[in-house]
């Protein structure tokens, strides 16, 4: 779903009006060109929008020829912003794949984690959109999705527990249905882990 087009004229004037509510100096120099700066790195927050996450998919069949064992790209850094407070949550994902017939340049999967990330959303959502996404373009025999992240909403309000990690799983085909396959993906993880890679 692509977003409205922004007025940036109002929209400067909105968040001068809010810097006036919550700083009893908003006047002071330092603040002069924070509208301005708050949109150009908001537009960059929300990017997602602007991009279609399945055309980004491009397959392959050659290279595919009899493979089918698991393609894992872990440790990928994602960076989101919570819709519930509009504060941030970042941290890493995983994601694994078993060919059937078609594989995905591996750059691929990290654009598609910026894609659903880069939006205003929840990270069960991000999770559930990468996997089915995977599933329904690239048709692979399954898809494992795990993303680990932080979320300021926790550590630095209400109950504000620093270091507190959410971990979050969607599992498709042969990663729901076989335990092996499963087990397998987060031996993964923890491999990379264990290589400095997470």
């Given at each position: 779903?692509?977003?409205k087009?922004?007025?940036?004229e109002d929209?400067?004037?909105?968040?001068?009006d809010?810097?006036?509510?919550?700083?009893?100096?908003?006047?002071r120099?330092?603040l002069?060109?924070?509208?301005?700066?708050?949109l150009?790195a908001?537009e960059h927050?929300t990017s997602?929008?602007?991009?279609?996450?399945?055309?980004?998919l491009?397959?392959?069949?050659d290279?595919?020829?009899?493979?089918?064992e698991?393609?894992?790209?872990?440790?990928?850094?994602?960076?989101?912003t919570?819709?519930?407070?509009l504060?941030?949550?970042?941290g890493?994902a995983?994601?694994?794949?078993i060919p059937?017939?078609?594989?995905?340049?591996?750059?691929?999967?990290?654009?598609?984690?910026?894609?659903?990330s880069?939006r205003?959303?929840v990270?069960?959502?991000?999770?559930?959109?990468?996997?089915?996404?995977m599933?329904d373009?690239?048709?692979?025999?399954?898809?494992a999705?795990?993303?680990?992240?932080?979320?300021m909403?926790?550590e630095s309000?209400?109950?504000?527990?620093?270091g507190?990690v959410?971990?979050?799983a969607?599992m498709?085909?042969v990663?729901?249905?076989?335990?092996?396959?499963?087990?397998?993906?987060y031996?993964?993880?923890?491999?990379?882990?264990?290589?400095g890679?997470?």
């Open positions: 779903m692509k977003r087009p922004i007025n940036t929209m400067r004037d909105l968040i001068a809010i810097l006036n509510v919550l700083d009893p100096d908003a006047g120099a330092g002069e060109e924070t509208p301005a700066r708050f150009k908001w927050w997602g929008y602007d991009v279609d996450a399945e055309a980004l491009k397959t392959f069949e290279g595919a020829e009899d493979y089918d698991m393609v894992f790209v872990g440790a990928i850094p994602f960076y989101s919570c819709e519930h407070h504060a941030p949550f970042f890493v995983h994601v694994a794949y059937d017939g078609r594989i995905v340049g591996l750059s691929k999967i990290p654009r598609l984690i910026d894609a659903f880069r205003l959303s990270q069960e959502r991000i999770t559930t959109q990468v996997a089915d996404t599933q373009v690239l048709r692979p025999k399954g898809v999705v795990c993303l680990q992240a932080r979320h909403c926790v309000r209400g109950v504000a527990k620093a507190t959410t971990t979050t969607a498709r085909g990663f729901k249905e076989k335990a092996h396959a499963k087990d397998e993906f031996r993964m993880i923890s491999n990379a882990k264990g290589q890679l997470a």
